[in-house]
Protein backbone atom coordinates (compact mmCIF):
# COMPACT_ATOMS: atom_id res chain seq x y z
CA UNK A 1 0.00 0.00 0.00
CA UNK A 2 1.79 3.16 -1.14
CA UNK A 3 0.80 6.77 0.98
CA UNK A 4 -1.66 8.33 -1.18
CA UNK A 5 -4.04 4.69 -1.01
CA UNK A 6 -3.44 4.76 2.86
CA UNK A 7 -4.45 8.06 3.81
CA UNK A 8 -7.08 7.43 0.99
CA UNK A 9 -8.14 4.34 3.53
CA UNK A 10 -7.99 6.76 6.89
CA UNK A 11 -9.90 9.51 5.27
CA UNK A 12 -12.30 6.80 3.71
CA UNK A 13 -13.70 5.16 7.27
CA UNK A 14 -14.92 8.29 8.39
CA UNK A 15 -17.76 9.24 6.50
CA UNK A 16 -19.90 5.69 7.05
CA UNK A 17 -18.96 6.56 11.10
CA UNK A 18 -20.68 10.12 9.94
CA UNK A 19 -23.68 8.27 8.50
CA UNK A 20 -24.07 5.78 11.17
CA UNK A 21 -24.30 8.66 13.77
CA UNK A 22 -26.99 10.55 12.24
CA UNK A 23 -28.98 8.34 9.97
CA UNK A 24 -32.56 7.74 11.29
CA UNK A 25 -32.25 11.10 13.89
CA UNK A 26 -34.44 13.83 13.51
CA UNK A 27 -33.93 17.61 13.14
CA UNK A 28 -34.62 17.64 17.31
CA UNK A 29 -32.93 14.89 17.84
CA UNK A 30 -29.76 16.28 16.49
CA UNK A 31 -29.91 19.07 18.38
CA UNK A 32 -30.38 17.69 21.42
CA UNK A 33 -27.39 17.42 24.39
CA UNK A 34 -27.23 13.99 26.13
CA UNK A 35 -26.18 15.85 29.09
CA UNK A 36 -27.01 19.76 29.89
CA UNK A 37 -23.96 21.59 28.33
CA UNK A 38 -22.76 18.44 26.01
CA UNK A 39 -22.36 18.61 22.72
CA UNK A 40 -25.19 17.88 20.47
CA UNK A 41 -24.40 15.02 17.51
CA UNK A 42 -25.33 17.16 15.40
CA UNK A 43 -22.87 19.89 16.02
CA UNK A 44 -20.19 16.93 16.50
CA UNK A 45 -20.74 15.75 12.78
CA UNK A 46 -20.76 19.60 11.98
CA UNK A 47 -17.57 20.21 13.89
CA UNK A 48 -15.90 17.52 12.30
CA UNK A 49 -16.53 18.05 8.79
CA UNK A 50 -16.08 22.12 9.48
CA UNK A 51 -12.17 21.11 10.52
CA UNK A 52 -11.71 19.18 7.65
CA UNK A 53 -12.89 21.84 4.92
CA UNK A 54 -11.29 24.30 6.48
CA UNK A 55 -8.10 23.02 7.06
CA UNK A 56 -8.21 21.16 3.35
CA UNK A 57 -9.15 23.87 1.73
CA UNK A 58 -6.01 25.73 3.23
CA UNK A 59 -3.88 23.14 1.87
CA UNK A 60 -5.61 23.48 -1.42
CA UNK A 61 -5.23 27.48 -1.25
CA UNK A 62 -8.96 27.25 -2.34
CA UNK A 63 -12.65 28.59 -0.86
CA UNK A 64 -14.05 26.15 1.53
CA UNK A 65 -16.36 24.28 1.04
CA UNK A 66 -18.60 25.98 3.51
CA UNK A 67 -18.50 29.60 2.12
CA UNK A 68 -18.79 28.51 -1.68
CA UNK A 69 -21.31 26.72 -1.47
CA UNK A 70 -24.81 27.34 0.30
CA UNK A 71 -24.32 24.78 2.98
CA UNK A 72 -24.37 27.19 5.88
CA UNK A 73 -27.85 28.61 5.32
CA UNK A 74 -28.90 24.81 5.77
CA UNK A 75 -27.60 24.93 9.60
CA UNK A 76 -28.82 28.27 10.48
CA UNK A 77 -25.62 30.13 10.13
CA UNK A 78 -23.79 32.59 8.40
CA UNK A 79 -20.69 31.55 6.06
CA UNK A 80 -17.80 32.76 8.37
CA UNK A 81 -14.87 30.61 7.44
CA UNK A 82 -13.89 30.95 10.45
CA UNK A 83 -16.88 29.48 12.36
CA UNK A 84 -15.66 26.01 12.96
CA UNK A 85 -17.12 25.52 16.41
CA UNK A 86 -13.62 25.84 18.39
CA UNK A 87 -14.42 27.74 21.82
CA UNK A 88 -18.23 27.49 20.83
CA UNK A 89 -20.40 28.14 24.53
CA UNK A 90 -23.01 25.49 25.12
CA UNK A 91 -25.57 28.58 23.60
CA UNK A 92 -23.67 27.90 20.32
CA UNK A 93 -23.31 24.57 20.14
CA UNK A 94 -27.40 24.66 20.40
CA UNK A 95 -26.91 27.22 17.40
CA UNK A 96 -25.91 25.06 15.14
CA UNK A 97 -28.81 23.30 13.57
CA UNK A 98 -29.33 21.15 10.44
CA UNK A 99 -32.23 20.84 8.69
CA UNK A 100 -31.93 17.10 9.13
CA UNK A 101 -29.56 14.33 8.72
CA UNK A 102 -29.28 14.60 4.95
CA UNK A 103 -28.19 17.83 5.14
CA UNK A 104 -24.94 16.79 7.61
CA UNK A 105 -24.17 13.66 5.12
CA UNK A 106 -24.78 15.65 2.44
CA UNK A 107 -22.15 18.43 3.62
CA UNK A 108 -19.51 15.97 5.09
CA UNK A 109 -19.97 14.23 1.26
CA UNK A 110 -18.99 17.09 -0.31
CA UNK A 111 -15.69 17.93 1.68
CA UNK A 112 -14.35 14.48 2.12
CA UNK A 113 -14.87 13.87 -1.70
CA UNK A 114 -12.53 17.20 -2.16
CA UNK A 115 -10.39 15.71 0.47
CA UNK A 116 -9.83 12.54 -0.99
CA UNK A 117 -9.21 13.89 -4.57
CA UNK A 118 -6.49 16.23 -2.96
CA UNK A 119 -5.15 12.82 -1.38
CA UNK A 120 -4.89 10.60 -4.19
CA UNK A 121 -2.72 13.08 -6.08
CA UNK A 122 0.31 13.00 -2.96
CA UNK A 123 3.55 11.66 -3.02
CA UNK A 124 5.75 11.13 0.02
CA UNK A 125 8.11 13.69 -0.49
CA UNK A 126 5.04 16.21 -0.47
CA UNK A 127 4.20 14.99 3.21
CA UNK A 128 7.23 16.86 4.58
CA UNK A 129 5.90 20.35 2.89
CA UNK A 130 5.89 23.10 5.88
CA UNK A 131 2.20 24.44 5.97
CA UNK A 132 2.16 26.26 9.33
CA UNK A 133 4.66 28.28 10.50
CA UNK A 134 2.90 29.13 13.53
CA UNK A 135 3.97 26.40 15.65
CA UNK A 136 7.12 25.28 17.08
CA UNK A 137 8.21 22.65 15.69
CA UNK A 138 6.31 24.10 11.75
CA UNK A 139 3.63 21.97 10.95
CA UNK A 140 4.37 20.04 8.47
CA UNK A 141 1.49 18.39 5.40
CA UNK A 142 1.61 15.00 6.95
CA UNK A 143 1.61 16.28 10.13
CA UNK A 144 -1.77 17.92 9.17
CA UNK A 145 -3.34 15.43 7.52
CA UNK A 146 -2.98 12.95 11.14
CA UNK A 147 -3.81 15.67 12.96
CA UNK A 148 -7.21 16.23 10.94
CA UNK A 149 -7.53 13.05 10.55
CA UNK A 150 -7.43 12.08 14.53
CA UNK A 151 -9.97 15.21 15.07
CA UNK A 152 -12.40 13.51 12.66
CA UNK A 153 -12.41 9.85 14.00
CA UNK A 154 -12.79 11.08 17.67
CA UNK A 155 -15.48 13.42 17.05
CA UNK A 156 -17.02 10.53 15.02
CA UNK A 157 -16.58 8.68 17.75
CA UNK A 158 -18.60 11.16 20.08
CA UNK A 159 -21.17 11.80 17.92
CA UNK A 160 -21.88 8.05 18.15
CA UNK A 161 -21.54 7.30 21.77
CA UNK A 162 -23.90 10.85 22.13
CA UNK A 163 -26.62 9.31 19.69
CA UNK A 164 -26.39 5.74 22.30
CA UNK A 165 -27.22 8.36 25.34
CA UNK A 166 -30.25 9.74 22.85
CA UNK A 167 -31.76 6.45 22.11
Known amino acids: MDLSDTLTEIYGRIPP ?4 AVDGLDAEQLATPPAPGANTVGWLV ?3 TRVQDHHVAELLDQGQVWVTSDWASRFGRDPDPTDTGYGHS ?3 VA ?3 AEGPEVL ?3 HDAVASRTI ?3 RGL ?3 DLDRVVDEAWDPPVTLGVRLVSVADDDLQHA ?8 LLT
Open 105 to 107: IAY
Open 46 to 48: WHL
Open 90 to 92: PAE
Open 117 to 119: AFL
Open 17 to 20: LVTA
Open 157 to 164: GQAAYARG
Open 123 to 125: GPD
Open 95 to 97: GVR
